[in-house]
């Protein structure tokens, strides 16, 4: 119960106190409007001058001072008038929890990717896409329901604890006799509510499994059809969904059982109780009839409230799932510890530089030099760790031991956000976002120009892409840039990394999708640039060797520096020799 007070109280871009005070103000209306029962029902049965009970004093005091006379006509009007306006705040607040449902599922969203971004990249290495698709798909939509439910069941809540206090005043014994038989409801449900919580977890763990599963198989499904696997595969998927039907038919058992026996309990206790008070205590009629409303009505809110209970309690497992997502992101950003600003108008060194993914180290004992204005080229059979250089010097994983100089000041002192936006990257399989040209290349930096990008598709040898497709920049490039080939792919990457002039390229296979032509075009546009940038490539196309200044072949965790006695033709052959290895 407390975990979904924190729902309502903590959820994010929602503003809980306002929704109560409606709530709360909502519940004083009723009351007042069922209070003015007792004077028109004593009226309607003709008992005013009998015994009044104490609500009825009161009402008919403060009927007088509103100028209202105790008379039927009024007494009803007022009725209504409360009605009515209790309606109104009802509709203001419960409107307002609906706009805080869109808040929450929205604020999530925005908070977990706000969290990924920020992330350390080791954590997003061990994460699954799929995991993520389905805390902002699933998690996030459940999240705006639980906050549904709760506040719902605080508004029964409000609404019933008002009736319970206005039959305390009618009648004292009849509430003690109504609260009695809630207590009772509630604690012989318990059991049924716990086992509809375990069974709303178990619903979400095997969805969760499900989704990531599913993405995955997105993800491979080329292959999967180019080798005629989809029946064996599609068995697969069968036992993991029959997990999860398995764990729906056990959700909407218990949710069933749970409605049902409520209903035969409630029945049960209610006529039973009813029995008791009457033969007990001896009420008058007014209050009789106004108590037993007030119950009838209780008990419908009741059962209201427990339903709301049940629908958060079968929810709230994504609600929760989805903030402990953001606060162990959270709990582990990416860390920044230096200040320093970075030139870089000399030279990167790497020194005796060691690294493990793991336990086996990838590098080790790691030397080399990029000298400002040039081509460096890295070689190397798959797997020998040239992505990991890479990603040592963008900072994204930290040496075990060795020292990365950025014009001779240790990488660990420099500002890595500073540092970053001096560096144009393409990764080796580079994925475009499923929106246009140009948000793919400016990645939302409204500071760059439709002149700035044309620069760098130019320089990628891309801009005669731009005339082929009819609405150029605005061309939306589909789902992983499904809709463009791979070379056009990589070239709208480039495009990407150079957009903003940098200073640093470091490009991770980046012309692997390109035919020769196009590739030396992209490799003689590079070289243009040097001079104003620095150029740090991992390939294995014999392309790269006309326009780089060094080679380094890395091997054994180990970069050797590759010499160029008789030429370009040797280095061809070197850079050959590694293509065919890979090959
Ligand atoms: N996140 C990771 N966790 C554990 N091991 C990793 C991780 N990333 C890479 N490795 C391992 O580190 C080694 C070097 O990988 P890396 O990607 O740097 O090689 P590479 O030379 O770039 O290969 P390729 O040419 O195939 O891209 C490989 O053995 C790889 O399995």
């Given at each position: 119960?407390?975990?979904?007070?924190?729902?309502?109280?903590?959820?994010?871009?929602?503003?809980?106190?306002?929704?109560l005070?409606?709530?709360?103000l909502?519940?004083v209306?009723?009351g007042?409007?069922?209070?003015?029962?007792?004077?028109?029902?004593?009226?309607?049965?003709?008992?005013?001058?009998?015994?009044?009970?104490?609500?009825?004093?009161?009402?008919?005091?403060?009927?007088?001072?509103?100028?209202?006379?105790?008379?039927?006509?009024?007494?009803?009007?007022?009725?209504?008038?409360?009605?009515?306006?209790?309606?109104?705040?009802?509709?203001?607040?419960?409107?307002?929890?609906?706009?805080?449902?869109a808040?929450?599922?929205?604020?999530?969203?925005?908070r977990?990717?706000?969290?990924?971004?920020?992330?350390?990249?080791?954590?997003?290495?061990?994460?699954?896409?799929?995991?993520?698709?389905n805390?902002?798909?699933?998690?996030?939509?459940?999240?705006?329901?639980?906050?549904v439910?709760?506040?719902?069941?605080?508004?029964?809540?409000?609404?019933?604890?008002?009736?319970?206090?206005?039959?305390?005043?009618?009648?004292?014994?009849?509430?003690?006799?109504?609260?009695?038989?809630?207590?009772?409801?509630?604690?012989?449900?318990?059991?049924?509510?716990?086992?509809?919580?375990?069974?709303?977890?178990?619903?979400?763990?095997?969805?969760?499994?499900?989704?990531?599963?599913?993405?995955?198989?997105?993800?491979?499904?080329?292959?999967?059809?180019?080798m005629?696997?989809?029946?064996p595969?599609?068995?697969?998927?069968?036992?993991?969904?029959?997990?999860?039907?398995?764990?729906?038919k056990?959700?909407?058992?218990?949710?069933?059982?749970?409605?049902?026996?409520?209903?035969?309990?409630?029945?049960?206790?209610?006529?039973?109780?009813?029995?008791?008070?009457?033969?007990?205590?001896?009420?008058?009629?007014?209050?009789?009839?106004?108590?037993?409303?007030?119950?009838?009505?209780t008990?419908?809110?009741?059962?209201?409230?427990?339903?709301?209970?049940?629908?958060?309690?079968?929810?709230?497992?994504?609600?929760?799932?989805?903030?402990?997502?953001?606060?162990?992101?959270?709990?582990?950003?990416?860390?920044?510890?230096?200040?320093?600003?970075?030139?870089?108008?000399?030279?990167?060194?790497?020194?005796?530089?060691?690294?493990?993914?793991?336990?086996?180290?990838?590098?080790?004992?790691?030397?080399?030099?990029?000298?400002?204005?040039?081509?460096?080229?890295?070689?190397?059979?798959?797997?020998a760790?040239?992505t990991?250089?890479?990603?040592?010097?963008?900072?994204?994983?930290?040496?075990?031991?060795?020292?990365?100089?950025?014009?001779?000041?240790?990488?660990?002192?420099?500002?890595?956000?500073?540092?970053?936006?001096?560096?144009?990257?393409?990764?080796?399989?580079?994925?475009?976002?499923?929106?246009?040209?140009?948000?793919?290349?400016?990645?939302?930096?409204?500071?760059?120009?439709?002149?700035?990008i044309?620069?760098?598709?130019?320089?990628?040898?891309?801009?005669?892409?731009?005339?082929?497709?009819?609405?150029?920049?605005?061309?939306?490039?589909?789902?992983?840039?499904?809709?463009?080939?791979?070379?056009?792919?990589q070239?709208?990457?480039?495009?990407?990394?150079?957009?903003?002039?940098?200073?640093?390229?470091?490009?991770?296979?980046?012309?692997?999708?390109?035919?020769?032509?196009?590739?030396?075009?992209?490799?003689?546009?590079?070289?243009?640039?040097?001079?104003?940038?620095?150029?740090?490539?991992?390939?294995?196309?014999?392309?790269?060797?006309?326009?780089?200044?060094?080679?380094?072949?890395?091997?054994?965790?180990?970069?050797?520096?590759?010499?160029?006695?008789?030429?370009?033709?040797?280095?061809?052959?070197a850079?050959?020799?590694?293509?065919?290895?890979?090959?």
């Amino acid at each position: 119960m407390l975990k979904l007070l924190r729902v309502f109280f903590e959820a994010p871009g929602t503003r809980p106190w306002s929704v109560l005070g409606a709530l709360l103000l909502a519940g004083v209306v009723e009351g007042l409007g069922i209070a003015s029962l007792l004077p028109v029902i004593s009226i309607a049965v003709e008992d005013m001058d009998g015994p009044r009970s104490q609500v009825g004093e009161i009402m008919g005091d403060l009927l007088g001072k509103l100028g209202l006379s105790i008379e039927l006509g009024p007494l009803l009007l007022f009725l209504v008038a409360m009605l009515i306006l209790k309606s109104l705040v009802m509709f203001l607040a419960m409107r307002h929890v609906g706009y805080a449902a869109a808040n929450v599922a929205t604020e999530f969203r925005l908070r977990l990717i706000r969290a990924l971004l920020d992330v350390r990249y080791r954590y997003l290495l061990s994460m699954r896409q799929g995991q993520i698709a389905n805390g902002m798909a699933g998690h996030a939509g459940k999240a705006g329901e639980t906050y549904v439910s709760v506040a719902t069941f605080i508004a029964l809540g409000v609404q019933s604890l008002f009736y319970v206090a206005i039959a305390f005043v009618v009648s004292p014994a009849m509430a003690v006799a109504a609260l009695v038989m809630g207590a009772l409801i509630g604690g012989l449900l318990h059991p049924l509510v716990k086992l509809a919580r375990r069974s709303g977890q178990a619903m979400r763990f095997r969805s969760k499994e499900l989704m990531v599963f599913l993405s995955d198989t997105l993800g491979n499904i080329k292959p999967i059809k180019a080798m005629a696997r989809q029946a064996p595969y599609g068995d697969l998927i069968e036992r993991k969904a029959k997990a999860l039907r398995r764990a729906l038919k056990r959700q909407a058992t218990s949710k069933e059982l749970l409605v049902n026996v409520q209903d035969a309990i409630m029945a049960v206790i209610l006529c039973g109780g009813f029995y008791v008070v009457f033969r007990v205590f001896e009420v008058p009629i007014t209050e009789i009839i106004v108590t037993g409303l007030l119950l009838t009505r209780t008990a419908s809110i009741a059962g209201k409230l427990q339903k709301a209970y049940q629908r958060a309690v079968l929810v709230e497992s994504h609600y929760f799932a989805l903030s402990d997502m953001i606060a162990e992101a959270k709990s582990d950003p990416e860390p920044n510890p230096g200040r320093e600003t970075p030139r870089f108008e000399q030279k990167i060194r790497f020194e005796d530089v060691s690294f493990s993914h793991d336990r086996a180290p990838v590098v080790h004992d790691l030397s080399l030099t990029v000298q400002s204005g040039t081509v460096t080229v890295l070689l190397g059979p798959s797997g020998a760790g040239k992505t990991t250089i890479v990603d040592l010097l963008l900072g994204l994983h930290q040496p075990d031991a060795g020292h990365i100089l950025v014009d001779g000041t240790p990488l660990r002192e420099i500002d890595l956000g500073r540092w970053r936006r001096l560096i144009g990257y393409v990764p080796q399989e580079p994925t475009l976002l499923h929106s246009t040209i140009r948000d793919n290349i400016t990645l939302g930096d409204t500071g760059l120009s439709d002149a700035d990008i044309m620069e760098a598709l130019r320089t990628a040898h891309a801009s005669h892409l731009m005339d082929e497709l009819a609405d150029g920049l605005d061309t939306i490039v589909g789902e992983r840039g499904g809709r463009l080939s791979g070379g056009q792919r990589q070239r709208i990457a480039l495009a990407r990394a150079l957009v903003h002039r940098p200073k640093l390229l470091i490009l991770d296979e980046v012309t692997s999708a390109l035919d020769p032509a196009s590739e030396r075009e992209v490799c003689e546009n590079i070289r243009q640039l040097g001079g104003r940038l620095t150029v740090l490539a991992i390939t294995h196309r014999p392309a790269w060797l006309d326009v780089a200044d060094e080679v380094f072949e890395i091997a054994g965790g180990r970069a050797t520096r590759l010499e160029r006695p008789e030429g370009a033709a040797s280095m061809a052959g070197a850079i050959g020799q590694q293509a065919g290895e890979i090959g």
